[in-house]
């Protein structure tokens, strides 16, 4: 999973500390991915955010217009005039993913990108979880599944930096290695 800038923490630090005392982290949470959507399915918009030509008031503007045709919240709006005036909406989807982990680390869950060469059933990804819950320390861990059918079994899970490798392919290389170095 990719690291976000140091720029794009410090904003989503400021709006979590503000949503959260505003009791709305989850709804701005929604807003923010609403927001990050619309921008990055225009290429017109996002090249004109880009150019430094424009006045910083003319880019408020525009987002704020954006931000409410899109009918989110004040707190979203006035952020992302903010970030529309200070330059950094290039960096939107990094504030975003900022957001959504000082929420998730918030609320005391991890999420997990989870690999698997077929569809998980709901009692193999409830497995999966609880294996992943016991490797990182939590009870309350999120999955994004994708199918990956080069895989021949089992699943690879990456949760942050981290990598829970427990695929058969995973297996076969570590019995590999042994017989290598026995």
Not at 130 to 149: C, F, H, M, S, Y
Not at 155 to 162: D, K, L, P
Request: positive net charge; glycine residues 8%; without cysteine.
């Amino acid at each position: 999973m990719p690291t976000t800038s140091h720029a794009a923490r410090s904003y989503a630090k400021a709006l979590f500390a503000l949503a959260k005392e505003r009791g709305v982290a989850d709804a701005v949470a929604g807003e923010l991915e609403t927001v990050l959507a619309t921008v990055q399915g225009d290429a017109e918009l996002q090249r004109f955010l880009a150019r430094p030509w424009y006045s910083a008031d003319v880019k408020r503007k525009v987002a704020v217009e954006i931000a409410t045709r899109l009918g989110v919240s004040r707190l979203v709006r006035d952020f992302l005039a903010l970030v529309a005036v200070r330059g950094r909406a290039g960096q939107l989807g990094d504030i975003v993913i900022a957001f959504r982990d000082a929420l998730d680390r918030d609320a005391g869950r991890v999420r997990a990108r989870v690999r698997t060469a077929v569809a998980l059933t709901p009692d193999e990804r409830r497995a999966i979880q609880a294996k992943i819950g016991r490797a990182v320390g939590t009870t309350n861990v999120l999955i994004e599944e994708v199918v990956d059918p080069i895989l021949l079994g089992g699943f690879i899970a990456e949760i942050g930096s981290q990598i829970l490798d427990a695929s058969l392919d995973g297996e076969l290389a570590r019995i590999h290695q042994r017989l290598v170095s026995a």
